[in-house]
Every structure is written in C-alpha cells, then in structure tokens.
C-alpha cells in the first residue's frame, strides 16, 4: 500500500501595494514554492507549484512522464517543506531513470514543462476513445466552472484545471502552471482509479501539444479551453483522436479536432 504525505499548504498570502490613485491596498498574491522530486535518491525535476495538492501533483508527473506504468510500483511519496523536496521511493529501483533524464525534451508550458523518454512516440501507437459531448453539456460547464476560480479571482496569476463527467465536476485545481495542474488530475485520477472514458478535461490554459498529450495519456477524449491552441497541439489531437474544444466563453467555442463527437443540440440549458 502506497505511503504518502498530506502536505497541503495555503496557497496564497496578503501584501500591501499602491494603487494608480496613490492609495494603500492589500493585496493577495498567490504562493510560488519550488519542490524537487527524488526517485531512489536519484534527483530527478524540480517543481514550481502552489502546493495545494503536492503529492497528486508528483503522482501525476511520474506517470504521465511514464517512470512508472503501475502504482503499485511506489512504495512511499514524502514530500517536505521545510527542504522543498519529495522523496519517492520505489518497489523495485528503477534502472532507466537516467535514460529517461537523458531523452527529455523541455516543452513550452509554463513553468518549462518537460516530457521524458518515450512519451511522443508511445502516443503514436495509442488513440483515446471515442466519445460524444453535447453543446448543452459544455455551456453548462463552462457557466458553472466560472464559479470555481477561488485563487484566480482573489490573486490572479493560476491556471484552473477540472475533470468533468455529463455535468458532474469530479475534481477541479487550479495551480501557477496549467501543465501542474494536469499532472495533479492526473494523479488524482491514478490513486483512485478513475478512468478517463467519456470525460471532458477543462483548462483555462493554451491547448499546446503537451497539454493534448497529458490528456490523450490519461485517457481522456475531450479537451476544453477557453484559450486558443497551437498548430502542433491541433495535429496531437489528430493523431491521439482528442476532441479539440478551444476559444470556450460564455456560449462560444471553437471545435478544432473532432466535430462529429459534439453534438449541436443548443438548448441553452445553463
């Protein structure tokens, strides 16, 4: 059985600044801490994160970066504070982690994302299911997910990420990099078991090809961002078989990979 922390930290604080009229106001600005992940004692990545969920956040990293294909295979994840390290150790040591460090490739995700080893070429084999999402469905999700900003509206500066099933909010985090706050679903959904079929994931972040991989790795067939996309993240989604969904306001959107999977149905049910 997997041995892990629960080392949620606030993720914000109070600071006083001077407005445009010379006034003194407070402030909230979000909370940025660096947390470097250890594998067997072997340094592998560090982290800039908000500290919410911390130990999702490395379980969702290490798969989705495929250092490990069964969780049964960590034995402990400790993350510490005070040292701004985690340390996970391992069932069995894992022999290629240097190999992994080795054909990484640094991403354009915020906070410098990073994908290890094989990542690129294993989704070339794989394509996620097939699922259809109503127009409905996304209004009503994007009108009720407004409301779950907490740390955007008060501070700014985070991205929000949520794992929607029909109508249902089955998680939703919002963390300093959109790439994060994935890995930390991701996480969320590997300790639980939790499969992707038939979810939405929703980001508020740009949909680029690593936010599609992250998504088509855990399984998930529809991907909704109310920001724009980059070609390659468009070409990913078409090879991995994402619904594309970006550009997502209000009762607007743009459907850039797979229109047949979304059904018009424009009830207006928000």
Same mark, same amino acid.
């Given at each position: 059985?997997?041995?892990?922390?629960?080392?949620?930290?606030?993720?914000?604080?109070?600071?006083?600044?001077t407005n445009e009229r010379g006034e003194?106001?407070?402030?909230?600005?979000?909370?940025?801490?660096?947390?470097?992940?250890?594998?067997?004692?072997?340094?592998?990545?560090?982290?800039?994160?908000?500290?919410?969920?911390?130990?999702?956040?490395?379980?969702?990293?290490?798969?989705?970066?495929? $250092?490990?294909?069964?969780?049964?295979?960590?034995?402990?994840?400790?993350?510490?504070?005070?040292?701004?390290?985690?340390?996970?150790?391992?069932?069995?040591?894992?022999?290629?982690?240097?190999?992994? /460090?080795?054909?990484?490739?640094?991403?354009?995700?915020?906070?410098?994302?990073?994908? $290890?080893? /094989?990542?690129?070429?294993?989704?070339?084999?794989? !394509?996620?299911?097939t699922a259809t999402v109503k127009q409905?469905?996304?209004?009503?999700?994007?009108?009720?997910?407004?409301?779950?900003?907490?740390?955007? /509206?008060?501070?700014?500066?985070?991205h929000g990420c949520a794992l929607c099933?029909?109508?249902?909010?089955?998680? $939703?985090?919002?963390?300093?990099?959109?790439?994060?706050?994935?890995?930390?679903?991701?996480?969320?959904?590997?300790?639980?078991?939790?499969?992707?079929?038939?979810?939405?994931?929703?980001?508020?972040?740009?949909?680029?090809?690593?936010?599609?991989?992250?998504?088509?790795?855990?399984?998930?067939?529809?991907?909704?961002?109310?920001?724009?996309?980059? !070609?390659?993240?468009?070409?990913?989604?078409?090879?991995?078989?994402?619904?594309?969904?970006?550009?997502? !306001?209000?009762?607007?959107?743009?459907?850039?990979?797979?229109?047949?999977?979304?059904?018009?149905?424009?009830?207006?049910?928000?």
């Open positions: 059985m997997l041995e892990m922390t629960q080392a949620s930290i606030l993720g914000a604080s109070s600071v006083q600044a003194t106001v407070e402030v909230t600005l979000v909370e940025e801490r660096a947390l470097t992940i250890f594998i067997d004692r072997q340094e592998i990545v560090t982290l800039m994160t908000m500290g919410s969920y911390p130990e999702l956040l490395v379980l969702g990293y290490l798969k989705n970066q495929d $250092f490990f294909q069964d969780i049964e295979e960590i034995k402990a994840l400790q993350v510490d504070w005070q040292t701004e390290a985690v340390a996970v150790v391992s069932s069995n040591p894992n022999k290629v982690i240097e190999q992994l /460090k080795l054909s990484r490739t640094i991403t354009s995700g915020c906070g410098q994302g990073t994908m $290890f080893g /094989k990542v690129l070429d294993k989704l070339k084999q794989e !394509k996620v299911g409905s469905t996304l209004y009503f999700l994007l009108h009720y997910l407004s409301q779950h900003n907490d740390v955007y /509206k008060k501070a700014g500066a985070v099933k029909g109508k249902e909010v089955l998680f $939703f985090v919002e963390d300093v990099g959109r790439h994060n706050a994935v890995d930390t679903i991701a996480g969320h959904m590997w300790l639980h078991g939790i499969a992707g079929d038939g979810c939405v994931f929703y980001t508020t972040g740009r949909l680029t090809s690593e936010m599609v991989i992250k998504v088509a790795q855990m399984g998930v067939p529809t991907l909704l961002s109310r920001s724009g996309a980059t !070609k390659m993240g468009v070409d990913m989604a078409v090879q991995s078989g994402v619904t594309l969904i970006s550009r997502a !306001k209000g009762r607007h959107f743009q459907v850039l990979n797979g229109l047949a999977n979304v059904e018009l149905d424009d009830t207006g049910d928000v």
